[in-house]
């Protein structure tokens, strides 16, 4: 495996690649439970990521429908990847950040740039800086330009593109993997300009992508093939080995996978040979040594609690309220409702009555209000 | 902090409680006034607690061994409110009171159906009054996500619920804590909050980040101001309903993403205590699954003078009988969840496990093994029930094994259900996509008694609801509720809101109805499965309904969990909620291929039209001679040559 590959074995390419964190944005698009098999790619990327090192707070995960605790499913809370039920993808420790009608077009772009409402919790955003590699995973249904939210929407590979060009000005990622399974995936990225990008899709324009095998417990097929095989080859990668990214574009031959998958590296700086896989599934702890000692301080640090009930004599008591106070509530005020200026309608009204009034009784009343 | 702790509690927790029971047990338990209804539990329960109060002497001295108590840097210290000004000690007083307790227990309870229904309560007590003390830095027991969410909104109640099926009242009784099918959250606010809508907002997104649920959903579409429902559950001299809001997402499902934030929120997690039962695998594989979060400042004891906080954390859950796949009514806890107790929680201060045994005196129903001595009577909904006991903290409950497999075997199953007094139905009638009928039906099952009841229904506002054909009849007569208020919808703004107070007549159907119109959406407004139906949120019935025992109106501690959630302050009624199913609507849906029908439609008949025109208008016309043939073109050129005009 490591035949095409020139990783020189010293400490100084730890830091070759020049990122410091890991973040991964794994967006499964297709709602309905015929499309059981993204939601199990999804989340079998998940799994790898996380099992590699990157934590849940660095993953965004959007799946746009439950496929676990839907009612169709046999064995509630549970998506499996293999058939005869062997592997739970779902797991008992899931976050899933945008799930049912939040994976939008909007929401996605939205996470990718950065411009998101202000109240918009920490787990929801993709807080990456110019030191993150991002690995970007899309799964669902798509054609020839253009990838279908929902059944819903479309985002197209021009849109991706000029998301990516600004991610890359706002210096929002260091280095950027981008893989798709959709069928005729290959289209997506070939509208890319901005550096640093490297991308991989299932299949090339005019082919489709295929789903793997079905299991007759759960009635659907329960994952795509190239997903598939990508996963049993994410199985052998542990968060210290050194496979090369020349490997994985060798995922999933025609032979396996009946289409043809394809990768584009020209955007990418540095030699795909030298990248590991880790760099993008795995994640950098960055550790500093220091001979130095440090004092610590005391961090235990109190107020100084009020003297309690006994330094206060007068202390109101407390009481629950009454849960249906039925005589209050029969003798209840109406709202004060707030006090809002007259409506545009209420306005017009008057201005024409005013004018009526004066036009038929003249100008001269006028000095009456002034 | 925690592990170190874990490692010392459960062996000094025994030595004390033997060494006080072995003390205590002849002389007097202090009397404790006419309110324990718990009759044979009172020794065990009375021991235990004075154990705990030494045990948490014990731990309070522990705790505080690594910093001294300098009392002259105290006063100081009273000066500067900072939290990291210098470092700080605490001032140790002369009645440790406990900073934080955490209580769990189940409570099984077998359905007449051959279902078995589940509760778990997980009680977090933090003792500290947000209303003085502004910045808190510490936690304990108490979780540090909502903690500072309380601070930093302003929060005085929180409640929260996700909830998949519906609760079948006619066949499964009243459940302890009842919820919507969905999502609901309603907020009380402090009164120091100015704007509550844009805090009410804010809140929900950080609750959608910290249960990773879609709450960011709710917003003025859904959100409503209810101004007789929902009083606060907590203690407080203030209720002005500016402060409340109310929310529901009927839409949001529950699943293995939810469980987790929620579990983590237990100071011992799934590691130990009544958490381990709580798998997913097994949870979601049921009739009815509910889990709620409830934050609420209580009285710290029976004078009231102080508040501490109060997380209760409920899980709610029925099994099937036919759906785990077994023949004979057998039910034990490996059944239901996989997994046996092998240890209490060590940071619980009491840990149980009720079994509701009122139907089974004599045993004649069925067995319950392991035997328990310990025999606890209750007064829950409005009836005395008597529970069998296991206490998690005493050794020996875990017998020889070290595990507890509490095993339910019927023999007989007899005996018909108590109907619930109260019971509600929601349906939509009518036919066609342009009007509806709602029809609420509220059954009073009492023979002699009536008693009020609130009902708050919110409605989303593309059902234009025609509030002058509400009809409001009991037993065929009209019947004028004592209450009605009634806030129109707008636009894309806000829904309706009805709250009506209505007195049911004793043994009666009450019937509520309104007409309503189905409004279009624009097409960008609609879901991306628009002809799944549009979600109508569950009505809300609010009522105090008699009880068969007389209650006990003051607060105490020593009663059970599930018994005191709701505060009561009349001996004859208890307080109820009941909620109804939500309603599932069609709108009349466009065909969403539309728009590209008709551009391609248009642009073909522009094209063929206009291009059609534009060629008549500027084309010219010429006349083109025949090419001539071969001997013509031959004698022609001759002809040039020659000089001589051609042919």
Not at chain 1, 245 to 257: A, G, H, I, R, Y
Not at chain 2, 439 to 463: K, Q
């Given at each position: 495996h490591t035949a095409g590959c020139f990783i020189t074995d010293n400490v100084g390419q730890f830091f070759s690649s020049g990122h410091t964190n890991n973040w991964a944005v794994l967006v499964c698009t297709s709602r309905f439970w015929f499309n059981y098999r993204h939601v199990a790619n999804t989340l079998s990327v998940?799994?790898?990521?996380?099992?590699?090192?990157?934590?849940?707070?660095?993953?965004?995960?959007?799946?746009?429908?439950?496929?676990?605790?839907?009612?169709?499913?046999?064995?509630?809370?549970?998506?499996?990847?293999?058939?005869?039920?062997?592997?739970?993808?779902?797991?008992?420790?899931?976050?899933?950040?945008?799930?049912?009608?939040?994976?939008?077009?909007?929401?996605?772009?939205?996470?990718?740039?950065?411009?998101?409402?202000?109240?918009?919790?920490?787990?929801?955003?993709?807080?990456?800086?110019?030191?993150?590699?991002?690995?970007?995973?899309?799964?669902?249904?798509?054609?020839?330009?253009?990838?279908?939210?929902?059944?819903?929407?479309?985002?197209?590979?021009?849109?991706?593109?000029?998301?990516?060009?600004?991610?890359?000005?706002?210096?929002?990622?260091?280095?950027?993997?981008?893989?798709?399974?959709?069928?005729?995936?290959a289209s997506m990225y070939e509208r890319f300009y901005s550096p640093n990008l490297m991308a991989l899709a299932s299949s090339q324009v005019g082919e489709d992508s295929l789903s793997h095998q079905p299991d007759v417990g759960i009635g659907v097929h329960l994952m795509d093939r190239y997903t598939f095989y990508l996963l049993?080859?994410?199985?052998?990668?542990?968060?210290?080995?050194?496979?090369?990214?020349?490997?994985?574009?060798?995922?999933?031959?025609?032979?396996?996978?009946?289409?043809?998958?394809?990768?584009?590296?020209?955007?990418?700086?540095?030699?795909?040979?030298?990248?590991?896989?880790?760099d993008f599934f795995g994640s950098v702890r960055k550790v500093e040594i220091t001979m130095d000692s440090i004092n610590l301080t005391s961090v235990v640090s109190h107020r100084k609690e009020e003297p309690a009930a006994n330094g206060e004599l007068q202390k109101e008591v407390y009481s629950y309220s009454d849960q249906l106070p039925v005589s209050e509530i029969i003798h209840q005020k109406p709202k004060q409702r707030d006090w809002h200026p007259p409506d545009g309608f209420i306005l017009g009204l008057w201005t024409l009555i005013l004018l009526v009034f004066f036009q038929t009784y003249g100008i001269k009343h006028l000095k009456h209000i002034f | 902090m925690a592990a170190h702790r874990c490692g010392f509690l459960p062996p000094l927790f025994i030595l004390c409680a033997l060494s006080v029971l072995t003390v205590t047990w002849t002389q007097e338990t202090i009397p404790l006034g006419s309110h324990r209804a718990a009759a044979a539990d009172s020794k065990p329960t009375d021991t235990k607690s004075v154990a705990q109060t030494t045990e948490q002497l014990a731990v309070e001295q522990r705790q505080w061994e690594a910093t001294e108590v300098e009392e002259a840097t105290s006063a100081a210290a009273a000066v500067s409110k900072q939290d990291n000004s210098s470092p700080e000690d605490v001032v140790q007083t002369s009645t440790p009171k406990p900073k934080d307790e955490f209580q769990e227990e189940l409570v099984v309870r077998p359905l007449h159906s051959g279902d078995i229904y589940a509760s778990f309560q997980f009680r977090t007590l933090w003792q500290t009054d947000f209303t003085r003390e502004r910045k808190v830095s510490h936690y304990g027991l108490f979780p540090k996500s909502l903690g500072q969410v309380i601070s930093k909104f302003s929060v005085r109640e929180l409640h929260i619920s996700f909830t998949q099926g519906y609760w079948r009242t006619m066949q499964w009784g009243q459940p302890f804590l009842s919820s919507p099918?969905?999502?609901?959250?309603?907020?009380?606010?402090?009164?120091?909050?100015?704007?509550?809508?844009?805090?009410?907002?804010?809140?929900?997104?950080?609750?959608?980040?910290?249960?990773?649920?879609?709450?960011?959903?709710?917003?003025?579409?859904?959100?409503?101001?209810?101004?007789?429902?929902?009083?606060?559950?907590?203690?407080?001299?203030?209720?002005?309903?500016?402060?409340?809001?109310?929310?529901?997402?009927?839409?949001?499902?529950?699943?293995?993403?939810?469980?987790?934030?929620?579990?983590?929120?237990?100071?011992?997690?799934?590691?130990?205590?009544?958490?381990?039962?709580?798998?997913?695998?097994?949870?979601?594989?049921?009739?009815?699954?509910?889990?709620?979060?409830?934050?609420?400042?209580v009285c710290q004891d029976w004078q009231c003078k102080t508040a501490s906080w109060e997380l209760r954390q409920t899980l709610n859950v029925v099994f099937d009988l036919h759906n785990s796949g077994q023949g004979k009514r057998e039910w034990s806890l490996f059944k239901m969840f996989s997994r046996t107790l092998?240890?209490?929680?060590?940071?619980?201060?009491?840990?149980?496990?009720?079994?509701?045994?009122?139907?089974?005196?004599?045993?004649?129903?069925?067995?319950?093994?392991?035997?328990?001595?310990?025999?606890?009577?209750?007064?829950?909904?409005?009836?005395?029930?008597?529970?069998?006991?296991?206490?998690?903290?005493?050794?020996?409950?875990?017998?020889?094994?070290?595990?507890?497999?509490?095993?339910?075997?019927?023999?007989?199953?007899?005996?018909?259900?108590?109907?619930?007094?109260?019971?509600?139905?929601?349906?939509?009638?009518?036919?066609?996509?342009?009007?509806?009928?709602?029809?609420?039906?509220?059954?009073?099952?009492?023979?002699?008694?009536?008693?009020?009841?609130?009902?708050?229904?919110?409605?989303?506002?593309?059902?234009?609801?025609?509030?002058?054909?509400?009809?409001?009849?009991?037993?065929?007569?009209?019947?004028?509720?004592?209450?009605?208020?009634?806030?129109?919808?707008?636009?894309?703004?806000r829904p309706h809101l009805l709250e009506m107070l209505v007195q049911l007549p004793p043994n009666s159907v009450t019937e509520v109805t309104v007409e309503f119109e189905r409004a279009l959406l624009k097409w960008t407004e609609y879901t991306p499965d628009p002809n799944h139906g549009f979600y109508v949120g569950s009505s809300v019935i609010s009522s105090l309904v008699p009880s068969l025992v007389a209650l006990d109106t003051n607060s105490t501690w020593q009663r059970p969990l599930f018994s005191t959630f709701f505060p009561c302050k009349e001996e004859s009624s208890y307080f109820v909620r009941v909620y109804t199913e939500p309603l599932l609507v069609n709108l009349p849906t466009p065909d969403f291929s539309m728009p590209y029908n008709v551009i391609c439609l248009t642009c073909t008949v522009v094209a063929v039209g206009y291009g059609s025109l534009y060629n008549l208008l500027t084309r010219t016309f010429q006349i083109e001679e025949p090419s001539p043939g071969l001997a013509k073109r031959l004698a022609n050129i001759i002809r040039r040559m020659r000089g001589v005009p051609p042919l």
């Open positions: 998940y799994r790898s990521v996380k099992r590699l090192g990157i934590p849940d707070s660095h993953i965004v995960l959007m799946l746009a429908d439950d496929m676990a605790c839907n009612h169709r499913n046999p064995k509630p809370a549970t998506v499996f990847s293999h058939k005869n039920m062997e592997l739970n993808v779902y797991g008992d420790d899931v976050e899933v950040d945008y799930r049912g009608y939040e994976v939008t077009v909007e929401n996605f772009l939205r996470v990718l740039t950065g411009r998101l409402p202000p109240s918009t919790p920490r787990s929801k955003r993709l807080l990456s800086d110019d030191r993150s590699n991002i690995l970007i995973y899309l799964t669902g249904h798509g054609g020839n330009g253009f990838l279908k939210f929902q059944d819903s929407e479309e985002i197209s590979n021009v849109e991706l593109a000029d998301a990516f060009e600004q991610m890359w000005q706002k210096r929002r990622y260091n280095e950027l993997l981008f893989i798709i399974d959709t069928c005729q995936g049993e080859f994410l199985e052998d990668i542990h968060p210290a080995s050194k496979t090369c990214m020349n490997d994985l574009f060798k995922v999933c031959p025609k032979s396996q996978c009946v289409s043809t998958p394809g990768h584009r590296t020209d955007l990418f700086l540095r030699d795909p040979g030298s990248v590991l896989v880790t | 099918p969905g999502a609901e959250l309603w907020v009380w606010f402090q009164d120091t909050v100015t704007d509550v809508d844009g805090t009410w907002k804010e809140l929900a997104n950080v609750l959608s980040g910290i249960f990773c649920a879609s709450l960011n959903f709710i917003d003025s579409t859904n959100t409503v101001q209810p101004t007789a429902s929902f009083k606060p559950l907590g203690i407080g001299n203030v209720t002005d309903h500016r402060f409340l809001r109310y929310a529901t997402l009927p839409r949001e499902i529950v699943c293995t993403e939810n469980l987790t934030p929620w579990k983590k929120l237990l100071p011992c997690g799934t590691k130990a205590g009544l958490a381990v039962l709580l798998k997913s695998e097994k949870l979601f594989h049921s009739s009815f699954y509910s889990q709620a979060v409830h934050i609420r400042p092998t240890e209490a929680c060590p940071l619980a201060s009491t840990s149980k496990i009720y079994i509701d045994v009122t139907d089974n005196p004599e045993g004649e129903q069925f067995e319950l093994s392991p035997a328990t001595a310990l025999l606890s009577q209750a007064v829950v909904l409005g009836d005395r029930r008597t529970f069998s006991v296991y206490d998690l903290t005493q050794q020996i409950t875990f017998g020889t094994v070290r595990s507890l497999n509490v095993l339910m075997r019927w023999k007989s199953s007899e005996g018909d259900m108590l109907r619930p007094l109260l019971h509600a139905e929601r349906y939509v009638a009518g036919y066609g996509l342009q009007t509806g009928e709602i029809h609420t039906l509220m059954y009073n099952n009492h023979p002699y008694r009536s008693f009020p009841v609130l009902l708050l229904d919110s409605v989303p506002w593309y059902l234009r609801m025609y509030i002058h054909t509400l009809t409001v009849t009991s037993k065929g007569k009209d019947n004028k509720p004592s209450y009605i208020h009634y806030q129109p919808s707008k636009d894309r703004v």
